[in-house]
């Protein structure tokens, strides 16, 4: 039976949206250990011989099912590497719903690096969904260093949805993907970094197949002293689309590196890249000053809107 | 009740100070719209800046219901019942119109009454509620979800500044039955209108005109625009370019 601690549900809600133990099919993983998991007739979840990850089948033609992978963490100190493997079906339709959320109190870090590959199957589409969220007010940081790889089958599609706003003070994210004929791939990442956070986010999209896209765009805020670097590299190497975008607001002392990379390497590959870095408009602020907001609400309301 | 009394503002241009407003005095009664007109360059943005805060005079009062307003914030004259609507709406990334309105309405309003406030704009609200204020949005959109914001908003002051710049005919035509609305349900309320446009100024109370700064004329609207028809302070119909040097408005 599954038990957890109001802190563990609080971190739960904060990366899942999960207010009780999920439908379908799911693993919750707290503190280095399965604290709950169940299977489903169309989605089968297996735990890894070392304990150290899953491996999560999915039968070809499940359609409307979810699976959900949270991870908490709230004992200071633990460092864990784990491995997910995703094998998607032809034809399915699915949501996987991941996150970490880290509660550390005490002085030691606390790590969690999720490594998760995707082997999205012929016509199949799935939705990602991966949320980050650190709490605590020990000194040891809540360190988050996701790994994804996704490769797309012919006409596959993959829709992830990456958002870390609040509390994580380091992470080094690394996205993989191999797109195939007229499979697509959408990344929307949305990223907030306090203090002296830092983040990194590389992705690399290899457009292999004709009639392949990519959209990966990424909207991000860098407050107080933190520091973000956003790499992404799209390669064309079929007739393809891709875009890549980053929009940053800095605030403070805040840093941002973009670093849009785009290689062709057919004549009919089309590739974009945009990448726009500044404070907020002042224009912004005084309209919604004039509709009676002070300058700190106004502030707070052009950062929500921007990162919705 | 708003009043100005002797306000002027110095921008430095160049290292040379210019009076942009100067000695500039006049009244906006409970239940009047007024309007300010003339040429371009006349220092008439301004004025709407200094009323709403965004420009601190260089000397001169301000007095807003009986309080002198002179030396409060944006934000606090917005509390004290003064809106705005912007000649250029401002653009958002991310925040939807049904954001902006509530935000306007200063109450957590419902989504039906939102629409509420796009319909009386002609806009459709099922097609505008859920947009972002971006570069989606056309310039007549903008303006007619700006104007939006200040019907949810119900200010005891609204300042419109030129409502009709960068709109098409059509919205023109719209908002002309806008300010009709408002002008019949002005109550204990006040307009003043920036405007060129002949049929802004045709229900007006009252008509300033505004040249190098200064009051030029001031008057009832049947003694004041009888003097003004056919010059660049009104404009009889959508006259492309006839205002705007740049061309840059069908209207």
């Known amino acids: 039976m599954l038990k957890l601690d109001e802190i563990q549900k609080r971190l739960l809600r904060e990366v899942a949206d999960l207010h009780k133990v999920p439908e379908g099919a ?23 011989e070392d304990g150290q990850g899953l491996t999560v089948r ?72 991966e949320k980050h969220y650190g709490s605590g007010e020990g000194k040891g940081k809540r360190i988050l260093n996701p790994g994804t790889e996704v490769y797309l089958e012919e006409n596959g599609s993959m829709e992830m949805e990456m958002v870390q706003i609040k509390g994580v003070d380091d992470t080094l994210r690394t996205t993989k993907a191999e797109l195939k004929t007229a499979s697509r791939l959408v990344v929307r990442e949305r990223l907030m970094t306090h203090g002296d956070q830092r983040a990194i986010s590389t992705y690399v999209v290899d ?10 765009v990424s909207r991000s805020v860098a407050r107080d002293s933190s520091y973000q670097k956003f790499d992404a590299k799209l390669i064309g190497n079929a007739a393809c689309s891709g875009h890549t975008e980053c929009d940053s607001i800095i605030m403070d002392r805040g840093r941002i590196l973009a670093v849009p990379g785009l290689e062709a390497n057919n004549v009919d590959a089309a590739l974009v ?6 404070k907020i408009a002042g224009e912004q602020i005084i309209k919604l000053m004039t509709l009676g907001l002070t300058e700190a609400e106004a502030e707070e309301q052009i950062i929500n809107g921007f990162l919705k | 009740m708003l009043e100005l009394k002797n306000i002027s503002f110095m921008v430095n241009d160049d290292n040379n100070d210019k009076e942009i407003i100067r000695d500039v005095s006049f009244t906006v009664p409970d239940g009047e719209l007024i309007a300010i007109t003339g040429p371009n360059g006349g220092g008439k943005s301004t004025l709407a ?99 939006a914001t200040l019907l949810a908003r119900k200010p005891l002051l609204s300042v419109f500044d030129e409502p009709e710049a960068g709109i098409d005919l059509w919205s023109f035509n719209n908002l002309i039955e806008v300010f009709h609305g408002m002008r019949e349900n002005i109550e204990d ?50 006259r492309k370019g006839a205002m705007k040097p740049k061309g840059e408005d069908i209207c």
């Not at chain 2, 045709?202 to 625009?225: F, N, Q």
């Open chain 1, 58 to 129: 999915i039968k070809a033609g499940t359609k409307n099912e979810s699976v959900h992978i949270p991870v908490v963490m709230t004992e200071s100190g633990i460092k864990e590497i784990v491995y997910n493997d995703f094998y998607i079906g032809e034809d399915a339709d699915i949501i996987i719903v991941a996150g970490c959320g880290i509660d550390n109190c005490g002085n030691q870090d606390s790590e969690h690096d999720g490594i998760h590959r995707f082997f999205v199957g012929r016509n199949a589409r799935v939705k990602y969904v």
């Open chain 1, 207 to 216: 457009l292999m197949g004709e009639g392949s896209s990519a959209d990966v």
């Open chain 1, 26 to 48: 799911y693993n919750i993983r707290s503190n280095g250990k399965s604290a709950g998991r169940e299977s489903t007739e169309n989605i089968e979840i297996i735990p890894r």
């Open chain 2, 189 to 238: 309320s006040s307009i003043l209108i920036i405007s060129h446009q002949e049929r802004i100024l045709d229900i007006a109370d009252e008509i300033i005109v505004l040249k190098d700064g200064m009051v030029s004329v001031k008057g009832k609207r049947d003694e004041v625009l009888p003097h003004i028809l056919g010059t660049s302070s009104a404009v009889p119909e959508c």
């Open chain 2, 49 to 147: 800046k200094l009323i709403a805060g965004i420009e601190n005079p260089s000397s001169g009062r301000i007095i807003f219901n009986g309080e002198d307003i002179t030396d409060i914030s944006i934000t606090d004259r917005a509390k004290r019942g003064i809106g705005f609507a912007f000649q250029q709406p401002v653009k958002f990334k991310g925040i939807q119109v049904f954001d902006l309105i509530k935000l306007a309405s200063g109450k957590n309003i419902s989504m039906t009454d939102a629409c509420s406030f796009l319909s009386e704009v002609g806009l459709c609200a099922r097609d505008y509620i859920d947009r972002e204020v971006n570069a989606s949005l056309s310039g007549g959109e903008l303006k007619r979800i700006e104007i």
């Open chain 1, 273 to 278: 890249h945009e990448a726009a870095i500044g």
